[in-house]
């Protein structure tokens, strides 16, 4: 079928939306109409550095409507309102234990520009193929992707805005509900108040933490950060020397947990030396072939942990639609994150995002 698509062709080029085929349903796959599709770092960063090979098409935090599926398909059906995620093979020790995201096909599929059995869904007008991403390349009117893929999600929560709930507001939240853990009365700081670090806040307030700090180098994102829950911010523009100001805010203790969007050697230091004794720092920052220098004694010395975290360790499927509900009761207002721009207009809401004029830009079909 004849479909619109936002086609990547050259590395620091824009996006062309134009009319490309998109091949039908296989056995276990859905067709899905675009609703709408949030802008991830991700989207970006491989987009221009790699390693999925061009010409391609991005988008993995899509939702949208179920039209068609295939004759194997039991996880949703025509008519059902899906959000998507990762994928994940469903076989593998890991998806088998709990933990998807860790899926051994996980980089196969999400990254090597196929769909899950190995062959691709979109041609432009050349023939050429055009690599997926994700296993779904959401920025189109309509995805063909793997019902693994796919959330059933509710039909009274505009399906819109609900697409970032697959990458990035999950692995915010996910990291904070899912690995860290912390219980009523711990403090807890985020160290990059992005898409990620806020849903992270959330999940920190949600949680019950007696001191939530927001850490970043705009102070409109530490203004957001304030409202959704953070006691304490710190701009690292007027205040360099974080690891003193976090001791000042936790009267020398140090905090229980901190959680790294930004990974580069100063911050991720700062985030494990702000650590009480035995603290926790999760990590889900991981982009290139970022290298950091860490002392070892940081760790050692306090019995202090770094882990990195893939998609919040979530289960998406249950994880998904939980988020939803905390957002019906008022305690996860991702939709305040949101700024929504037409899908035709794809080129501008990309660099209002990179340049930091919008926290979570959603596109709209």
Same mark, same amino acid.
């Given at each position: ?73 039991? #996880? ?45 869904? #979109? ?101 957001i950060a304030k409202e959704l829950g953070a006691t304490h911010v710190i ?11 976090? #001791? ?68 998406p499927w249950t994880f998904i639609p939980k988020l939803i509900d905390y ?39």
């Amino acid at each position: 079928m004849k479909i619109k698509a936002a086609v990547a062709y050259e590395r620091d080029a824009p996006f062309i939306v134009k009319e490309v085929e998109l091949s039908s349903p296989k056995e276990t796959e859905i067709l899905v109409k675009m609703a709408g599709c949030g802008i991830c770092h991700a989207d970006l960063f491989v987009k221009e550095n790699g390693p999925t090979a061009l010409p391609a098409v991005f988008g993995h935090e899509g939702s949208g409507v179920v039209e068609r599926v295939g004759s194997g398909v039991t #996880m949703v059906e025509p008519g059902d309102h899906v959000v998507f995620c990762s994928y994940s093979c469903g076989v593998c020790e890991f998806c088998l234990s709990g933990h998807p995201a860790w899926c051994i096909r996980c980089d196969e599929v999400n990254f090597g520009g196929i769909s899950a059995d190995g062959t691709k869904r #979109m041609k432009d007008e050349n023939g050429t193929d055009l690599s997926c991403f994700f296993g779904q390349s959401s920025f189109a009117t309509y995805v063909v992707a793997d019902q693994r893929s796919a959330v059933k999600v509710d039909r009274d929560v505009d399906t819109a805005m609900l697409g970032p709930l697959g990458c990035g507001f999950q692995t915010g939240a996910g990291s904070v509900l899912n690995v860290l853990k912390p219980e009523a009365g711990d403090t807890l700081a985020v160290f990059g108040c992005g898409s990620v670090g806020l849903a992270a806040l959330m999940a920190a307030n949600l949680s019950g933490c007696s001191t939530i700090v927001g850490v970043d180098a705009v102070q409109t994102k530490l203004d957001i950060a304030k409202e959704l829950g953070a006691t304490h911010v710190i701009n690292g523009k007027e205040e360099p020397d974080i690891l003193k100001r976090t #001791m000042e805010i936790t009267n020398g203790r140090g905090l229980d947990y901190t959680f790294d969007t930004i990974g580069t050697d100063e911050i991720l230091a700062a985030a494990i030396e702000s650590l009480h004794r035995g603290g926790t720092c999760g990590t889900v920052a991981s982009t290139g072939d970022k290298t950091i220098g860490l002392k070892l004694v940081t760790l050692m010395g306090h019995s202090k942990s770094l882990v990195g975290i893939v998609q919040g360790d979530s289960v998406p499927w249950t994880f998904i639609p939980k988020l939803i509900d905390y957002y019906k009761e008022g305690l996860f207002p991702f939709d305040k994150l949101i700024k929504y721009y037409d899908f035709e207009d794809i080129n501008n809401a990309m660099d209002d995002f990179h340049h930091g004029l919008v926290i979570k830009p959603v596109l709209k079909f």
